[in-house]
């Protein structure tokens, strides 16, 4: 198993450290319910621990990977199924066996990324042994391939199909992850706004499959512009965010300049071969002292509207951020 492409995969879902949703919350309710099981959980193996993106009958959010049963299923294609985890060589001497929640079997079904690396599992548990009669397993292939759907509509809806750039939801959810990282460890993290200058003349100039055309180009641009670390969104029409971890408001700037310049000399290319220049608009602000994420939201997009009133074609940056 090629566990840095995995970890990778499931890097890319922008789920760990999620808010629990709905979808996931009602399949380990029913398979504790139709599988009669005290514990159930969609379990996440990360890098050194497993996260429970919903979980039923245990107190904790996370184990030590090193413990986890899930670390054996993600290893294989095929259900993991153990009887009785104090006749199991790899489990007789486990923590979650010996002490609390005394795990004496387990079934889990792997849960597939949508390219095809195992991600995690969904796991049902019981205090006393017992056997997963060939029903109870087909049961919870079911209910994981449902788990597996979910998190491939999760991961589209927080994709813009049109840039490539994560969608507004996503967008935001990683955000306010980076925001409550900040506020745990007190690091850097700048936000960047930017639109179209004078969106509205292209479309009714050229129409609107040109205007998706620029929007798609600028998508590429950034991409090839900014860090392999930086998060690009689209929050709508013409606007786009970026997301700069570990980054102060001046090389924030100096970034956002980076990339309002490398939109500039771009020359876009539009259907039927008519080639146009577009600029763009830039506002920045980094995280500072504020008390949500919705006030450092406010302060970028009040940066890109003086940008916009200040003649376009440039940035601005918050001068009262300071780092916290």
């Known amino acids: 198993m090629d566990d840095e492409a995995r970890l990778s995969a499931l890097g890319r879902m922008e789920i ?24 159930s959980t969609v379990s996440l193996v990360d890098r050194d621990r497993q996260w429970f993106k919903a979980y039923r009958g245990l107190d ?17 294609p095929d259900p993991l199924i153990v009887e009785n985890a104090l006749l199991d060589v790899r489990f007789a001497q486990n923590p979650l066996v010996l002490g609390g929640p ?40 079911n209910f994981a391939n449902i788990v597996s759907d979910e998190l491939e509509l999760r991961l589209i809806a927080s994709t813009d199909h049109l840039t490539g750039a994560m969608s507004r939801r996503g967008f935001e959810e990683q955000v306010s992850r980076e ?15 930017f639109d179209v200058d004078h ?38 029409g013409e606007e786009f965010a970026v997301l700069l971890p570990e980054t102060s408001a001046e090389d924030a700037f100096v970034a956002a300049e980076r990339l309002r310049d490398a939109i500039q000399r771009h020359a876009f290319v539009l259907p039927g071969a ?51």
């Open 16 to 39: 760990l450290e999620t808010a629990p949703e709905e979808p996931f919350e009602k399949i380990v309710n029913l398979v504790r319910t139709v599988l009669a099981v005290p514990i």
């Open 60 to 76: 904790v959010r996370e184990t030590p990977r090193a413990v986890s049963f899930c670390t054996y299923t993600i290893q294989q």
């Open 102 to 141: 005394k795990i004496r079997s387990y079934a889990g079904v792997p849960l597939r990324s949508p390219d095809g690396y195992n991600v995690g599992s969904l796991c049902a548990m019981d205090t006393t042994p017992r056997r997963f009669s060939p029903a109870d397993i087909a049961i919870l292939k």
């Open 179 to 193: 925001f409550a990282r900040k506020a745990r460890y007190h690091r850097l993290s700048s936000l960047i706004a």
């Open 199 to 236: 969106f509205k003349k292209i479309n009714d100039g050229y129409g609107h499959p040109a205007g998706d055309e620029v929007l798609r180009q600028i998508g590429r641009i950034a991409v090839h512009t900014l860090r392999p670390t930086d998060f690009l969104g689209r929050m709508g």
């Open 274 to 324: 008519a080639a146009i220049k577009v600029t763009s608009s830039f506002g920045v602000s980094s995280v500072g002292s504020f008390a949500d994420v919705g006030a450092w939201f406010a302060s970028v997009d009040e940066m890109l509207y003086e940008a916009k009133s200040g003649g376009r074609n440039c940035t601005r940056m918050a001068k009262f951020d300071v780092a916290a």
